[in-house]
Nanobody, 115 residues
Framework: QVQVVESGGGSAQPGGSLRLSCAVSGRSISSGTFDWYRQAPGKQRELDAS???????TYDDSVRDRFTISKDKDANTVDLQMNSLEPDDTAVYYC?????????WGQGTQVTVSS
């Protein structure tokens, strides 16, 4: 059974950086598409970034040039490097695996950006 577990959340000051990691178990990350979503209080879950099996990436305009999604084949993780953080980035961040016959969500990790 495929599972994804997020880690790396925490607090940062505006302009700071955090790196989130999504540990995938039950299958290799070499195929399938993996996403990072965010959900701020009182708002719908929104897609920030995606990476495909062929390493093609897409970003929401609000995070383009600040966030970078990547895959670590050795660790079997999907990571999100977040730079130039803003207070509006405060949210719970979720990893999502889009597989051939499954859609798998993690439990989320909290990111808080404040001075």
């Amino acid at each position: 059974q495929v599972q994804v577990v997020e880690s790396g959340g925490g607090s940062a000051q505006p302009g700071g950086s955090l790196r989130l990691s999504c540990a995938v178990s039950g299958r290799s990350i070499s195929s399938g598409t993996f996403d990072w979503y965010r959900q701020a209080p009182g708002k719908q879950r929104e897609l920030d970034a995606s990476i495909t099996g062929k390493y093609s990436t897409t970003y929401d305009d609000s995070v383009r040039d600040r966030f970078t999604i990547s895959k670590d084949k050795d660790a079997n993780t999907v990571d999100l490097q977040m730079n130039s953080l803003e207070p509006d980035d405060t949210a719970v961040y979720y990893c999502h695996a889009r597989l051939l016959y499954q859609s798998v969500w993690g439990q989320g990790t909290q990111v808080t950006v404040s001075s």
